[in-house]
């Protein structure tokens, strides 16, 4: 599984990092960045939740 940030979708609001903070961490310019890929079997139900749980959408799993 790979996780996706999009950048310019993304409000900085810090929920992805609050639920799975092992792939999403937010960087310098508050914006969240992916931190591992592929993701760990053991994170890949809270990135999904991440994604699922982003209110712009911006999170995309592959
Ligand atoms: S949940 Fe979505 S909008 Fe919020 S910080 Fe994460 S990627 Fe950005």
Same mark, same amino acid.
């Not at 900085?12 to 929920?15: A, E, K, R, T, V």
């Given at each position: 599984m790979k996780a996706i940030v999009d950048r310019d979708a993304c409000i900085?609001?810090?929920?992805c990092e609050s639920i799975c &903070?092992?792939?999403f961490k937010l960087d310098d310019e508050n914006i969240s960045t992916?931190?591992?890929d592929p993701v &760990?079997?053991?994170?890949?139900?809270?990135?999904?939740?991440s994604k699922e749980t982003c209110p712009t959408n911006a999170i995309i799993i592959e």
């Open positions: 900085s609001c810090g929920l &903070p092992g792939v992916v931190i591992v &760990p079997e053991e994170f890949e139900d809270c990135a999904v939740e």
